[in-house]
């Protein structure tokens, strides 16, 4: 007999995500910052990235830890900006599909907008056979839900499907912080009040943080994983698209995600 624990893990996360938290521009205040143009000095499109998944209420803790080694991305008084994203999939759901069965090459295509920037761009990830992340991009004047030529041509050249096969599947929203270290080695990403949706279904995830270190080779010693190390937060794998797709649809396969879920589930209901 087959046991479905979706609907038991969907309760636990509605009862949960009752009280919305989100990053207080207090908690920022102290760090120094940086501009954009000495930021894109660690681009990183050829990169390993590190995640790390938590409550949103080890954010403060989290945060004063951290002040001494990180500066923080601020463009006009602001530190916090909101990223929209539109993905793209085959009716089947190949690249999720691709992740879920655990393929070493797989691809998450998307559109994104940057509320920092209000630059819009075409972008196909790609986790490669060495476990690393190359992104390949291209600056369009708005977010689509369908390809021009050139998005087109990218998606056939790099991924080898016509781009007729892809259809917009899951759009998703989150909020973000972005620091480097003082020696603009890394980049370190904190998100926080992730939303999925598609045409039927949505789901809020507002009392998750999902950070990542993207690093051009993998760090230990990176101040940042140290610190998580002393609290005791494990390095985790997590895809928001995936994640998303699970609890949006019905009857996808998620068998292999099912510790996940666990997880997070635990996460969340820490207090």
Same mark, same amino acid.
């Given at each position: 007999?087959?046991?479905?624990?979706?609907?038991?893990?969907?309760?636990?996360?509605?009862?949960? *995500?009752?009280?919305?938290?989100?990053?207080?521009?207090?908690?920022?205040?102290?760090?120094?910052?940086?501009?954009?143009?000495?930021?894109?000095?660690?681009?990183?499109?050829?990169?390993?990235?590190?995640?790390?998944?938590?409550?949103? *209420?080890?954010?403060?803790?989290?945060?004063?830890?951290?002040?001494?080694?990180?500066?923080?991305?601020?463009?006009?008084?602001?530190?916090?900006?909101?990223?929209?994203?539109?993905?793209?999939?085959?009716?089947?759901?190949?690249?999720?599909?691709?992740?879920?069965?655990?393929?070493?090459?797989?691809?998450?295509?998307?559109?994104?907008?940057?509320?920092?920037?209000?630059?819009?761009?075409?972008?196909?990830?790609?986790?490669? *056979?060495?476990?690393?992340?190359?992104?390949?991009?291209?600056?369009?004047?708005?977010?689509?839900?369908?390809?021009?030529?050139?998005?087109?041509?990218?998606?056939?050249? &790099?991924?080898?499907?016509?781009?007729?096969?892809?259809?917009?599947?899951?759009? &998703?929203?989150?909020?973000?912080?972005?620091?480097?270290?003082?020696?603009?080695?890394?980049?370190?990403?904190?998100?926080?009040?992730?939303?999925?949706?598609?045409?039927?279904?949505?789901?809020?995830?507002?009392?998750?943080?999902?950070?990542?270190?993207?690093?051009?080779?993998?760090?230990?010693?990176?101040?940042?994983?140290?610190?998580?190390?002393?609290?005791?937060?494990?390095?985790?794998?997590?895809?928001?698209?995936?994640?998303?797709?699970?609890?949006?649809?019905?009857?996808?396969?998620?068998?292999?995600?099912?510790?996940?879920?666990?997880?997070?589930?635990?996460?969340?209901?820490?207090l």
């Amino acid at each position: 007999m087959r046991m479905v624990v979706r609907p038991a893990q969907k309760i636990v996360f509605m009862m949960i *995500n009752k009280n919305k938290t989100a990053i207080s521009s207090n908690l920022l205040n102290d760090l120094q910052t940086i501009s954009l143009d000495a930021l894109d000095k660690v681009k990183l499109l050829d990169r390993k990235d590190t995640k790390f998944v938590f409550n949103q *209420n080890q954010l403060p803790s989290i945060l004063e830890k951290i002040k001494p080694y990180y500066r923080i991305l601020e463009i006009n008084n602001s530190s916090i900006f909101n990223y929209d994203n539109t993905y793209f999939d085959t009716h089947d759901f190949l690249f999720y599909n691709q992740h879920h069965n655990e393929h070493r090459k797989r691809f998450k295509v998307r559109f994104r907008k940057y509320s920092s920037s209000s630059k819009s761009f075409f972008e196909i990830k790609i986790k490669n *056979n060495k476990n690393r992340t190359v992104k390949k991009r291209m600056v369009v004047n708005e977010m689509n839900k369908h390809f021009g030529k050139q998005e087109g041509s990218l998606v056939s050249e &790099i991924i080898g499907l016509q781009p007729t096969q892809l259809a917009p599947i899951l759009d &998703i929203q989150f909020s973000r912080i972005t620091l480097t270290d003082n020696n603009f080695s890394e980049r370190l990403t904190i998100d926080t009040n992730l939303s999925v949706k598609n045409g039927t279904s949505s789901k809020i995830f507002d009392q998750l943080a999902i950070s990542e270190i993207k690093q051009k080779k993998y760090n230990p010693k990176s101040d940042f994983v140290q610190i998580l190390r002393n609290l005791k937060i494990p390095e985790m794998r997590f895809s928001k698209y995936c994640m998303g797709m699970l609890h949006v649809n019905k009857n996808i396969k998620y068998n292999r995600f099912k510790p996940k879920l666990l997880q997070i589930n635990k996460i969340l209901t820490q207090l």
